[in-house]
């Protein structure tokens, strides 16, 4: 009976310290966009405050997720249903798309990387501004997206890619749209 109130008390023991560093690391308490470097045109475009970028969305298509970062009021739903038009029609206003994919399985906390091809746990981003054209190429080529909690209602984490014109980080916490 001691070794099993013994044992009992250790798995106890583990287990609240692993959930209690878990909980510790969960999700961030806002969205921001830390970081973003841009090309010509996304420069001409401008400018752009990156402490309005506060705003955050996501909606699945399938089994991928769109997570929308923007400074204006851009449904995740209307961009993955129309990935190639830009969202945003103003001066300085932008949305930053990060899609997340897990092949066919269910998107889950973990670490997305856009050197992971054919849908294994990775991530594609676009940059839309109010440019002629609609959504523009930002393709992150590599760093990692780490989400950190996803449920039926919300997902969050953290990001820290390069692109060819430069680094773009941040962290968000975005309601998930029902969509259809």
């Not at 099993?4 to 609240?16: N, Y």
């Not at 470097?37 to 909606?59: C, H, I, Q, R």
């Amino acid at each position: 009976m001691r070794r099993l109130h013994r044992s009992l008390s250790i798995c106890f023991f583990v287990f609240f310290a692993l959930c209690s560093t878990a909980y510790s690391e969960g999700c961030p308490d806002s969205t921001k966009l830390n970081e973003l470097n841009g090309w010509d045109k996304f420069k001409e475009s401008g400018p752009y405050d990156l402490g309005t970028v506060n705003k955050a969305t996501a909606a699945f298509v399938g089994k991928r997720m769109h997570i929308i970062l923007s400074n204006s009021d851009v449904a995740a739903k209307d961009v993955a249903s129309n990935i190639t038009q830009s969202q945003v029609e103003g001066k300085g206003q932008l949305a930053l798309d990060i899609l997340l994919s897990n092949s066919s399985k269910p998107l889950v906390v973990g670490t997305y990387s856009p050197k992971n091809r054919f849908g294994k746990m990775s991530v594609k981003t676009t940059l839309m501004i109010p440019v002629e054209g609609g959504a523009s190429g930002l393709s992150a080529n590599d760093g990692e997206v780490k989400v950190e909690s996803v449920s039926d209602e919300q997902v969050c984490g953290t990001f820290a890619l390069s692109t060819p014109y430069g680094p773009v980080s941040g962290q968000f916490v975005a309601p998930i749209e029902k969509v259809g």
